[in-house]
Nanobody, 122 residues
Framework: VQLVESGGGLVQAGGSLRLACTTS????????MGWFRQAPGKEREFVAA????????YSSDSVKGRFTISRDNAKNTVYLQISTLKPEDTAVYYC????????????????WGQGTQVTVSS
């Protein structure tokens, strides 16, 4: 099983990015998918999650209205559209797959990617 994140980089505050997570070796259309992030010196935190069909999705209060999660089951890929970036969004962003119920808990996720760095300059 592999989850590979891409799309991170250095961006100015107020800018946008689209992160992608492409998976292989798992049955993508039965996996709930989540995005988490870990800022320097902080614990990893939940960002957003989306259900198997894409019909259910939610995000943390800290990113609501700025971050949008989506998925393309034909491409085995989940996306995180990030807009109006702030310096406090600087973190390594991870995607993860969960074969249980849709969750914001790290412990519920079975597989993880290696992460992609997002750095926001002020």
């Amino acid at each position: 099983v592999q989850l590979v994140e891409s799309g991170g980089g250095l961006v100015q505050a107020g800018g946008s990015l689209r992160l992608a997570c492409t998976t292989s070796g798992l049955t993508f259309n039965i996996a709930n998918m989540g995005w988490f992030r870990q800022a320097p010196g902080k614990e990893r935190e939940f960002v957003a999650a989306i259900g198997r069909s894409g019909g259910a999705a939610y995000s943390s209060d800290s990113v609501k209205g700025r971050f949008t999660i989506s998925r393309d089951n034909a491409k085995n890929t989940v996306y995180l559209q990030i807009s109006t970036l702030k310096p406090e969004d600087t973190a390594v962003y991870y995607c993860a797959a969960d074969f249980g119920g849709l969750s914001r808990l790290e412990s519920e996720y079975n597989y993880w990617g290696q992460g992609t760095q997002v750095t926001v300059s002020s």
